[in-house]
Nanobody, 119 residues
Framework: QGQLLESGGGLAQAGGSLNLSCATSASIFQYSGMGWYRQAPGKQREFVARFTKYGVTRYSDSVKGHFTIPRDNAKSTVYQHKGSMKLEDAGVYYC?????????????WGQGAQVTVTL
């Protein structure tokens, strides 16, 4: 079964940057829109950013202007880069792939990356 492997979680400095990666197989990557969600302690999981398999990208209002999701097609990997980290950006970040092929749709989720923000 396909899976998404996240890496890059850990400690982030307030005012600094956060970089995460999400690697998957080509069979998932080429047919999927992919993106990131996050869940802060005591809050619901929220949408952060994603792109469709056709290249259309959208971001949540909370991260616009300092968040990008670069892709490496050769490695079937999506990244996230967030600048201007704040204490409220701490939480668990989840990678998501929504695969659509031949009329079938499946959702895949990464294991989650814990991010802690320090002063």
């Amino acid at each position: 079964q396909g899976q998404l492997l996240e890496s890059g979680g850990g400690l982030a400095q307030a005012g600094g940057s956060l970089n995460l990666s999400c690697a998957t197989s080509a069979s998932i990557f080429q047919y999927s829109g992919m993106g990131w969600y996050r869940q802060a302690p005591g809050k619901q999981r929220e949408f952060v950013a994603r792109f469709t398999k056709y290249g259309v990208t959208r971001y949540s209002d909370s991260v616009k202007g300092h968040f990008t999701i670069p892709r490496d097609n050769a490695k079937s990997t999506v990244y996230q880069h967030k600048g201007s980290m704040k204490l409220e950006d701490a939480g668990v970040y989840y990678c998501n792939a929504n695969r659509t092929k031949d009329g079938d749709e499946h959702d895949y989720w990464g294991q989650g990356a814990q991010v802690t923000v320090t002063l």
